[in-house]
C-alpha cells in the first residue's frame, strides 16, 4: 500500500513508512534529552528562565524588530543555538532577520505550497529516522534538480523552509543537523546557476545567521567538474565551517564513519529497509503546518524601519 498522511491521536500529521514513521517530534525534551542539554548548552530551568527575560528585555529595545516576545518556543529556538547567552541569542536573531529583511525573494510568504514544486522532484528530502546523537539529516540530491522546472532561488528558499522545519522541533535544536549532498549528476547547466554574489549570500545565512546546529555537510559522488563549483564556494567560507564540510567522493565507507548505515535508509547508502517517500507526499504534509510557516512570515523586520546592517 503507498505511504499516506496519518494522524495520531495528538492530530500531528505522519506518514507510516515500513516499520517508521516521518512525523515532526514537537514534544518536550524528556529526561533524557533534558539532561543532554544541560550538558551541552547549559540549560536549567533557571538559567533558560534567566536568559529568556533578559533577552526580552534586549528585543524590546530594539523597536523595529517584531518578534513573539511571550512566546516562550520562539524564544528557545534562539537560545538553545547559543547555548542560553542571551547576547549571543539576541545578535543572531538580528541577523536573522536583517537577512530576510533584504533579501525578500528568498524569504517573503515562505510557505510550503510555493516552494511544493521542487520537494514534488524529490530534489530536497528529509530521512525519516533520527541519524547520528539524533541528528536530523536533509539530502539534497543535485541529480534530479531540472534547472528548467526549478530555479536557484526556489531551491535556496527550499533549504530555508526545510531549516525552519527543524527549528521547531526541540530535539533538533538540541542535537543539530547533517546535510547530504549527492552529486551524481551534476552537470555544467546546474552550475552556471551559481554566481560568486549568490555564493556569498547563501554562506551569509548559513555561517552568520542559521540558528540550526550544523554538524556537518556530506559531499559525496562528486565528478570533477565539481572543482568548478567549489572554486565559486570557496573564498566564502570560514574556518569553522571548512572543519564541518567532508568529501567522501565515491567512498562510502567514509561518509559512514561519520553517519552509521545501521541508521541510513537503503536509498541514502544505508542498512534500513525504509519505502521512499515521495516528495509530494513530503510536501503535503508540510502543508499541514500552514500555520506555523505564516506566523513565521509576519515577524521580524518592517520595511518602514528595519536598520541597515
Not at 19 to 33: F, M, P, S, Y
Not at 91 to 96: A, G
Not at 229 to 253: E, Y
Amino acid at each position: 500500500m503507498a505511504p499516506t498522511i496519518q494522524f495520531g491521536p495528538d492530530r500531528v500529521p505522519f506518514v507510516q513508512l515500513g516499520e517508521h514513521i516521518l512525523r515532526l517530534d514537537l514534544e518536550e525534551l524528556n529526561e533524557e534529552w533534558r539532561e543532554r542539554s544541560r550538558i551541552e548548552l547549559r540549560e536549567t530551568p533557571e538559567v533558560a528562565e534567566s536568559a529568556m527575560e533578559q533577552l526580552r528585555t534586549l528585543l524590546k529595545g530594539e523597536e523595529n524588530l517584531n518578534v513573539p516576545l511571550d512566546d516562550t518556543a520562539y524564544l528557545i529556538k534562539f537560545l538553545r543555538p547559543c547555548k542560553f547567552y542571551p547576547e549571543s541569542a539576541f545578535r543572531l536573531m538580528k541577523r536573522y532577520y536583517k537577512f530576510r529583511y533584504k533579501h525578500p525573494e528568498l524569504s517573503s510568504n515562505l510557505m510550503p505550497i510555493t516552494i511544493k514544486h521542487v520537494l514534488e522532484d524529490d530534489v530536497i528530502a528529509f530521512i525519516p529516522v533520527r541519524v547520528d546523537h539524533g541528528c536530523r539529516m536533509m539530502v539534497i540530491d543535485i541529480g534530479k534538480w531540472n534547472v528548467k522546472n526549478v530555479s536557484i532561488i526556489d531551491m535556496f528558499r527550499t533549504v530555508l523552509l526545510v531549516m525552519e522545519v527543524g527549528l521547531i522541533e526541540p530535539m533538533t535544536q538540541v542535537a543539530g543537523v547533517h546535510v547530504l549532498f549527492d552529486m551524481h549528476g551534476l552537470s555544467l547547466n546546474q552550475i552556471w546557476q551559481f554566481t560568486p554574489s549568490f555564493a556569498k549570500m547563501v554562506l551569509e545565512f548559513v555561517q552568520e545567521c542559521t540558528s540550526l546546529r550544523l554538524k556537518g555537510i556530506h559531499i559525496l559522488n562528486q565528478p570533477f567538474i565539481f572543482k568548478m563549483l567549489w572554486s565559486i564556494f570557496k573564498p566564502f567560507i570560514g574556518q569553522k565551517l571548512r572543519k564541518r564540510i567532508f568529501f567522501h567522493g565515491t567512498d562510502i565507507a567514509s561518509f559512514h564513519s561519520h553517519i552509521s548505515p545501521e541508521l541510513l535508509p537503503k536509498a541514502y547508502y544505508g542498512n534500513l529497509d525504509i519505502p521512499h517517500l515521495p516528495g509530494a507526499l513530503l510536501a503535503e504534509m508540510l502543508l499541514k503546518y500552514d500555520p506555523e510557516f505564516e506566523m513565521c512570515s509576519k515577524i521580524g523586520y518592517t520595511k518602514e524601519n528595519c536598520k541597515s546592517t
